[in-house]
Each structure stands twice: as structure tokens, then as C-alpha cells.
């Protein structure tokens, strides 16, 4: 089932879900068409399971909040510095989604203090 709260957890089971279809070409509303569906999905599966290993990494170091581990891992559109306010703050909510799945599986532990919410690795 799809766990509320987990909005990256639904995306992935939704992906996990096209594999078992008998389909070969998707065809989205945007964008191109794909000839081979299923590896399309298993990239996009695959690129979700090392940003999440990759954010585990920003973990490293102690605690922290979900911008500051948006601003240590990697952007395909530019680097940090250079992505203006609302490309960041899209970069944010897209961390977020990783750190919620992550918190809701107790691979991470969220933390709230006076209003501050960080992530820290799971001991």
C-alpha cells in the first residue's frame, strides 16, 4: 500500500509497478518518447537509490537540515551556488521527499528542536 507522507516511496512503487506491465514504448505528455519503457523506469529507480545513498553521505558529518544536505549533493542543472532561489528551493522539496522516505524506513532519524527539524544518520 502507499504510505501517507511518503511521497517519493508512492513514486517508486508507481515506477515499480510499470515494471510488471506487459508494455515495451511509453509515450509521457512531455517530453520524448521512450522506446524501451522498462529500462527508462529501472534508470530513474536507480538514479532515486543513489541520491538517496548520496544524501546518507551528507550525514556523515552530524546533523542537518534538508536544505543544508540539498546544498552538499549533486545537481544536474548547475552546482549549488549558481541554482537561483526557486531552483533551490524545488532542490529542497526534492531532498526532503528522500529524507522523508528515508525517516519513515528508520534509516535516518528526524530530529525537531525548538522548531528546527534536522536529519542525522540512524545509530
Given at each position: 500500500?502507499?504510505?501517507?507522507?511518503?511521497?517519493?516511496?508512492?513514486?517508486?512503487?508507481?515506477?515499480?509497478?510499470?515494471?510488471?506491465?506487459?508494455?515495451?514504448?511509453?509515450?509521457?505528455?512531455?517530453?520524448?518518447?521512450?522506446?524501451?519503457?522498462?529500462?527508462?523506469?529501472?534508470?530513474?529507480?536507480?538514479?532515486h537509490?543513489?541520491?538517496?545513498?548520496?544524501?546518507?553521505?551528507?550525514?556523515?558529518?552530524?546533523?542537518k537540515?534538508?536544505?543544508?544536505?540539498?546544498?552538499?549533493?549533486?545537481?544536474?542543472?548547475?552546482?549549488?551556488?549558481?541554482?537561483?532561489?526557486?531552483?533551490?528551493?524545488?532542490a529542497?522539496?526534492?531532498?526532503?521527499?528522500?529524507?522523508?522516505?528515508?525517516?519513515?524506513?528508520?534509516?535516518?532519524?528526524?530530529?525537531?528542536?525548538?522548531?528546527?527539524?534536522?536529519?542525522?544518520?540512524?545509530?
Amino acid at each position: 500500500g502507499q504510505e501517507e507522507g511518503d511521497p517519493l516511496g508512492t513514486f517508486i512503487q508507481g515506477h515499480q509497478d510499470i515494471l510488471k506491465l506487459d508494455v515495451v514504448e511509453g509515450h509521457p505528455a512531455h517530453e520524448f518518447s521512450m522506446p524501451d519503457l522498462k529500462k527508462r523506469v529501472r534508470e530513474i529507480i536507480e538514479h532515486h537509490r543513489h541520491r538517496l545513498d548520496e544524501i546518507t553521505a551528507t550525514l556523515n558529518d552530524g546533523p542537518k537540515t534538508a536544505w543544508q544536505v540539498a546544498s552538499k549533493i549533486t545537481w544536474n542543472v548547475a552546482p549549488w551556488p549558481q541554482l537561483n532561489f526557486g531552483t533551490r528551493r524545488a532542490a529542497m522539496l526534492e531532498t526532503l521527499s528522500h529524507l522523508q522516505y528515508m525517516a519513515l524506513r528508520d534509516e535516518i532519524r528526524k530530529v525537531e528542536t525548538e522548531g528546527l527539524v534536522t536529519y542525522a544518520r540512524a545509530e
